[in-house]
């Protein structure tokens, strides 16, 4: 089957060595469209942890003090379920895409192949030429054209990773943070100024050593595309019975022969150094390279181009054209409405949370007027950038609310406790346990509703 990954051809030559790539770049309209996505995805990256929505980063990961910002939302521990939910749409999303379109997420949009191809193998070419001359230099003696290429390329790369590695760290800890990292002695942040160094040798070996092995070994994404692609899956694809038997074009010879010419660009170009014509295999991260390659020679030859192209087993099988089906659109379908689903919750969200238990170990108290007490204590996270003053009322009006510590003003981003008596008259009191709500009050509007249990006497 066309759509079931098979393994390329290895990654190791006979000694055992590791086989290094050379990949060559072939500028088709693909590879333009790439350019692009990747220049606005930099740009959102360099710029995100100082870009503010609401007066919050767009995107914080703030482990150590337990604090999200995502578009500008703050999420604390208390939304557990948002972030449940929002990693069972993740997961279901990228079941059904990959389903769907296969691994073209891998070549287009993943952080790893951007940066890997887009902005460190640029260099690479920049200073040390196309793929004929990398490999000549790196086959070569070291002459001091050759130490300096290398030692230009290396610094380069490790500038690079330093900037990376702190726009990183700025994504964790906040750019407030890393600006006082950056500006105050090194004394005061020990931890970050680790914390920039480990990040920053990291992505330097990934760029400058481990390369491509990312993505056909320790990527776990190609294995799972193994159990989750079938004949109707759109990917990266050789149409092999069109391009089959392959051969070299001879005018004088009368012989029919397949599109494909066997030039090799495809495998040239190849970025994790697979042969795409022997089928989908579990390196190919859909990077699209092959089909610029390869319609270059087309357009060359005057074929029908894509001859590789994006195509689903079917689609080579049966000869059926690129058609968004009914399938795609039914998973595209339920990727949007598990969006949709999680959005709603996210916008519904409150901006105060309140926690209200009831004091153990205590019964209840008898008041002047006939009143029975429960003594309570909370705590009033406020979610939201600006300070907040809220008060708790009882939906029921014959019950009262007496504060023995007021909650006053909530700053932004912080909490506070509060303790306070339920007053309830006993005439009302019908059964040992009462469920009591409480509304969270913000002026005149009601942000939300608790429950609670009062404790009384039975009449």
């Not at 100082?50 to 939302?73: A, K, T, Y």
């Not at 500038?159 to 002695?185: Q, R, V």
Request: contains cysteine; aromatic residues 10%; charged residues 20%.
């Amino acid at each position: 089957m066309l759509s079931t990954p098979i393994a390329s051809e290895p990654a190791a030559t006979e000694n055992g060595s590791r086989k290094w790539i050379y990949p060559a770049v072939r500028k088709g309209r693909l590879y333009h469209y790439r350019n692009w996505l990747s220049y606005i995805y930099l740009v959102v990256f360099f710029t995100g942890p100082f870009i503010r929505i609401n007066g919050n980063p767009l995107l914080l990961l703030n482990f150590i003090e337990r604090r999200f910002v995502i578009l500008g939302q703050v999420f604390w521990p208390q939304d557990t379920f948002l972030f449940v939910l929002a990693m069972l749409v993740g997961m279901v999303c990228i079941i059904l895409f990959t389903i769907a379109f296969g691994r073209i997420f891998c070549g287009w949009i993943c952080p790893q192949t951007i940066f890997m191809e887009m902005v460190f193998r640029k260099i690479e070419i920049w200073i040390e030429g196309d793929a004929r001359k990398r490999r000549k230099l790196d086959e070569g003696d070291w002459t001091a054209e050759k130490i300096a290429k290398k030692g230009a390329k290396h610094i380069i790369f490790l500038l690079l990773s330093f900037i990376i590695a702190n726009t990183f760290l700025a994504y964790i800890t906040g750019s407030e943070n890393l600006l006082k990292i950056i500006t105050e002695p090194v004394a005061l942040h020990w931890a970050g100024f680790i914390s920039i160094c480990v990040f920053t040798v990291v992505f330097y070996l990934v760029y400058s050593q481990v390369r491509e092995l990312v993505c056909t070994v320790i990527c776990p994404y190609g294995r799972l595309q193994g159990v989750l692609m079938d004949k109707h899956t759109l990917v990266v694809a050789y149409n092999l019975i069109r391009g089959e038997p392959r051969g070299k074009i001879n005018r004088r010879e009368d012989r029919t022969i397949g599109d494909c010419v066997d030039c090799g660009l495809c495998v040239d170009v190849c970025p994790t150094g697979i042969d795409i014509r022997n089928g989908t295999q579990l390196e190919c991260v859909n990077c699209t390279m092959c089909i610029d390659a390869c319609n270059q020679v087309m357009e060359k030859i005057h074929k029908p181009l894509n001859l590789i192209g994006f195509y689903s087993e079917e689609m080579i099988r049966e000869k059926k054209k690129i058609t968004f089906n009914t399938r795609m659109i039914a998973y595209s379908g339920v990727i949007v409405a598990l969006l949709s689903t999680l959005t709603y919750f996210v916008l519904r969200r409150s901006v105060i949370d309140v926690t209200v238990l009831r004091s153990a170990g205590m019964l209840y108290q008898e008041q002047p007027g006939g009143y029975i007490s429960n003594l309570y204590n909370a705590e009033i996270n406020n979610k939201s950038n600006m300070n907040q003053q809220v008060q708790l009322v009882a939906e029921d009006p014959a019950v009262k609310i007496k504060y023995i510590q007021a909650p006053g003003i909530i700053e932004k981003e912080g909490t506070t406790k509060i303790v306070f008596f339920l007053l309830m008259p006993g005439n009302h009191i019908r059964k040992a346990k009462t469920n009591i709500k409480l509304k969270i009050m913000q002026q005149q509007n009601v942000l939300g509703t608790i429950n609670t249990t009062f404790i009384g006497p039975i009449n």
